[in-house]
């Protein structure tokens, strides 16, 4: 028969173990921030011109094959897919020319519009907050881009939930204190307001502006090329949205042609470094705008891309820039 333990003799951990709070336990004291390049990876972005060094794709593929009505998809005509594809490399490849890493999201089974990556996530100084796509075809591409943020070691501040949506080309940064969201479409308020709860976490202040309607996202109404200078959409820009360029020191001018903005996404570039961006080809009004502003153009052709409703903006998620504040 078993006899109860004398609870005299019963082992009690040793007071100076670490694993108790002892003389030798390593506390974590240093934050989130101070951690990114040893316990996570370094990235993370404070600006919209900062020298780019990362980016998160994903190359359109066997999914576009399945597109039969092309309005049903969000898209604007049915794309060829296998040209879709060899844009979308000629585009990474270009990226690689001017230094910047090109990571891939790699999903198992990818939805239809898994390749614009800028909608899903969008990066902080201390890390990446995953959005939540406004439109049931897009539910649940953001799980994807999670995994791979995960399996690089970028840090995951928030995933928005509840009945919020929130799409990363929606936020921009005014400076490395300071963002910008866009509410409309594609960000509604509760979205909104979990975006900027966490980067008020962080000591960052948001300004939340109303997009036109019809405005797909922030992104496609106002772009940075510098430090202190930003192009806007004219008759779109939201003044309050305007108000704040200026207060922070930027020259905003204004995309010169609508039409080459609305068929050739010309507006739709990625700023590589002050005043260098990557944009599509075949935009030769706006490309002579930037190049009169001091800014270095480098062109790829994503033509069939744009059947798909978004440009090289839209199709690149930025994982890291320079740092502008520390």
């Not at 990362?54 to 359109?60: E, G, S, T």
Request: with cysteine; net charge negative; aromatic share 6%.
């Amino acid at each position: 028969m078993l006899e109860p333990m004398d609870q005299t003799t019963a082992v009690r951990p040793p007071a100076h173990a670490a694993a108790y709070g002892g003389p030798s336990w390593p506390a974590r004291e240093a934050s989130l921030a101070d951690e990114l390049g040893s316990v996570w990876s370094r990235c993370g972005i404070d600006s919209e011109y900062a020298t780019l060094q990362a980016v998160l794709v994903h190359r359109p593929g066997a999914e576009l094959f399945e597109i039969e009505d092309a309005d049903e998809h969000l898209m604007l005509e049915a794309p060829d897919a296998a040209l879709c594809g060899a844009q979308h490399d000629a585009m990474a490849d270009a990226y690689r020319a001017t230094g910047v890493q090109v990571v891939y999201v790699d999903p198992g089974s990818a939805p239809v519009n898994q390749m614009f990556c800028a909608d899903l996530f969008v990066m902080t100084p201390s890390g990446a907050i995953v959005g939540r796509p406004a439109s049931t075809v897009r539910a649940g591409e953001e799980r994807w881009i999670a995994r791979r943020l995960a399996d690089c070691g970028v840090p995951i501040l928030r995933s928005v939930g509840g009945t919020g949506t929130f799409e990363g080309a929606d936020l921009c940064w005014l400076s490395p204190g300071a963002a910008m969201i866009g509410r409309g479409l594609r960000t509604n308020s509760e979205g909104a307001a979990q975006v900027a709860a966490t980067l008020a976490e962080i000591g960052v202040e948001t300004l939340v502006v109303d997009l036109p309607h019809t405005s797909m996202h922030l992104m496609g109404e106002v772009r940075f090329a510098d430090r202190d200078l930003a192009f806007g959409r004219p008759g779109r820009i939201p003044w309050t949205a305007l108000e704040a360029l200026r207060k922070h020191g930027y020259e905003v001018r204004f995309f010169p042609d609508d039409h080459e903005m609305v068929r050739g996404f010309g507006h739709n570039f990625v700023t590589l470094g002050p005043r260098r961006i990557l944009m599509p080809a075949g935009c030769p009004i706006l490309q002579a705008a930037y190049e009169e502003a001091g800014i270095e153009c480098v062109t790829v052709e994503l033509g069939e891309i744009h059947k798909c409703a978004g440009g090289i903006g839209c199709l690149s998620g930025v994982v890291t820039r320079e740092r502008v504040a520390g």
